[in-house]
């Protein structure tokens, strides 16, 4: 383990929990309003992420997960308490293939298995964000969201170990992360210029 991917994984930690403050203050202010089930999905995907890279020799690159998991709970938790609650196909989809990819690794001994699973969950499980922020665009914020993509390309060299097994499950994060804060951009815009 090199001393410089010890300090991009504790970078990447650092980002994510600056990618959460505002978050959590926006939360506060009533600005943000959390997709409960969502935020729960992620919370299990990143958990099972953290453990299939971690044994993969994911190194510093799989911590930040383990706090993003915390963190996504903690939000699901807040949505739920805000009745911001819907529970519609996809969220159950992605949920039980998130448990399907920790009973694949498990019957498997294999963690690729769990973590292609977990990255096609975790990209369903967004369809009802991508939805809610289509519709009410407004109920985001994107400066979190652009921490939180530079935080999974610091954690992307801050893996020990590069194979399919330790990058493809942060990178379709990125990925799904880019393209949710486009289309939030691309929306705000879209109804500033209607109110005009």
């Known amino acids: 383990m090199s001393d410089y991917k010890i300090i991009l994984g504790f970078v990447a930690i650092a980002f994510g929990l600056g990618s959460y403050a505002p978050y959590f203050w926006y939360i506060y202010k009533g600005k943000v309003k959390p997709h409960a089930f969502t935020w729960f999905v992620w919370g299990t995907a990143t958990g099972i992420g953290f453990a299939a890279i971690t044994v993969a020799g994911g190194g510093p690159g ?41 009973f694949l690794w498990w019957l498997t001994n294999n963690p690729l298995a769990a973590i292609i699973l977990l990255s096609i969950s975790d990209a369903v499980g967004f369809l009802p964000t991508y939805r809610k922020v289509y519709l009410y665009p407004h109920e985001e914020k994107p400066g979190p969201w652009i921490m939180g993509i530079i935080k999974y390309v610091i954690v992307l060299f801050a893996l020990d170990s590069f194979t399919v097994t330790t990058w493809l499950y942060p990178a379709t994060i990125l990925l799904v992360d880019i393209t949710f804060t486009t289309l939030m951009i691309i929306r705000q815009k879209q109804m500033r210029k209607r109110i005009l």
Do not use: P
């Open 62 to 102: 799989a911590w930040e997960m383990a706090v993003n998991s915390v963190l996504c709970f903690t939000v699901a938790g807040i949505g739920l308490y805000q009745r911001h609650v819907k529970y519609v196909v996809f969220d159950w989809l992605a949920l039980i293939g998130a448990l399907l990819g920790l």
